[in-house]
């Protein structure tokens, strides 16, 4: 049997509950749904353990990570009646890039082997200071966020020369807006017909949707990468600024519109709603990225992972 994977989670928000409850049900049930790869270089999904979390709210700073999951703001559902306590006690997180408190979180990190940062978008300082600490502790880092800390060139060429790997920029969800629009442009193309404009609504009720409405500079580039990355789409893919309607609450509700010509220059028409519950498809990859990240530490491959491309929005050479 593998040795377990030690985790430790900065930011207790949905896309967290979603992963710790999910991995609950799984270990209790056996459950494979919605678990792309169930064993990934020899770690299954119950191999993951978290051994440190950190937050800034005194709500939740304290209690156990388990008790902390399903404090409000977070609104993601319970996903199973019994969820044991996990032991770990979440701790008092950065809140600035002073130094000695960049030492303190490297020194709570209770050997973890990976650091998994999923704090709100649109804070490059507070990223960078987690990354930080992270690579004083010899932990790998994933960036869930669409801050820019693997496409920053310094920081990567540092983690290749500490022994780290380096996981990001920002995830595209498991089965999210992204990787549907994207599918769909390159299903026109593989088909023989020319785009002429496409663009995608999101509209969402959770906390991450109303930091990003604030705050969502990286991100919308972050979108845009995820959709350009087809050469002849560029120019042509709008992403309309998100809206935050707390009804929906952990539900997303995305929009796509692809107008395209085909034969004889004739018109074609398409339009998909998609609605998903967000921060699954949040936990759905991250699950991957730190099997992933602890596997490369194990084995000594250390910066950038050719492998964890596919499931992220923004990798290293994409636009910041
Ligand atoms: N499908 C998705 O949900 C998805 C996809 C791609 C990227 N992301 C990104 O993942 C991240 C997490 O998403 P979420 O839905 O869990 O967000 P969230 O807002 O629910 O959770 C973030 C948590 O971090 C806490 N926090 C704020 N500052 C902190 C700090 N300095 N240190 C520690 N904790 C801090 C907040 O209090 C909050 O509890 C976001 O940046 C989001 O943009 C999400």
């Known amino acids: 049997m593998s040795e377990r994977v030690k985790v430790a989670v900065i930011g207790v928000g949905n896309n967290i509950s979603a992963l710790v409850q999910g991995i609950a049900l799984h270990r209790a049930t056996g459950s494979l749904v919605g678990i792309r790869r169930p064993v990934l270089d020899g770690l299954g999904v119950g191999d993951i353990d978290f051994v440190a979390a950190f937050a800034t709210s005194p709500e939740k700073i304290g209690r156990d990570l388990c008790e902390a999951i399903f404090l409000p703001p977070n609104n993601f559902p319970r996903l199973t009646s019994q969820l044991p ?15 000695s408190e960049v030492e303190r979180v490297a020194g709570d990190l209770a050997g973890a082997e990976v650091m998994l940062y999923a704090a709100p978008s649109g804070r490059q300082e507070t990223a960078q200071a987690y990354a930080e600490a992270a690579l004083r502790a010899g932990a790998a880092f994933i960036n869930t966020t669409s801050d820019a800390v693997a496409r920053d060139r310094q920081l990567m060429d540092r983690y290749a020369a500490a022994g780290l790997p380096l996981l990001g ?5 498991q089965f999210g807006t992204s990787v549907v629009h994207h599918a769909l442009l390159r299903l026109l193309e593989e088909r023989g017909l020319t785009l002429t404009s496409s663009y995608q609504v999101n509209l969402g009720g959770t906390e991450d949707f109303r930091n990003l ?8 580039q972050s979108k845009l990468n995820a959709l350009t990355s087809q050469g002849s789409a560029a120019g042509r893919v709008h992403v309309a600024p998100l809206g935050y309607l707390p009804h929906l609450k952990s539900h997303k509700v995305a929009h796509i519109n692809i107008e395209a010509q085909a034969w004889g220059e004739t018109s074609v028409s398409m339009d998909v709603k998609l609605k998903v519950h967000d921060p699954s498809g949040a936990a ?3 699950v991957d990225l730190i099997r992933m990240a602890a596997s490369a530490l194990r084995q000594r491959r250390a910066g950038y992972l050719a492998e964890a491309a596919p499931l992220l929005k923004s990798p290293p050479g994409t636009s910041i």
Not at 169 to 173: E, F, G, I, R
Request: charged share 25%.
């Open 85 to 99: 306590l996990s032991g770990v006690t979440v701790r008092r997180g950065l809140t600035g890039a002073d130094t």
């Open 284 to 286: 759905g990859v991250s």
């Open 213 to 220: 409405v604030e705050n969502s500079n990286t991100k919308h």
């Open 169 to 173: 920029d920002d995830l595209a969800s």
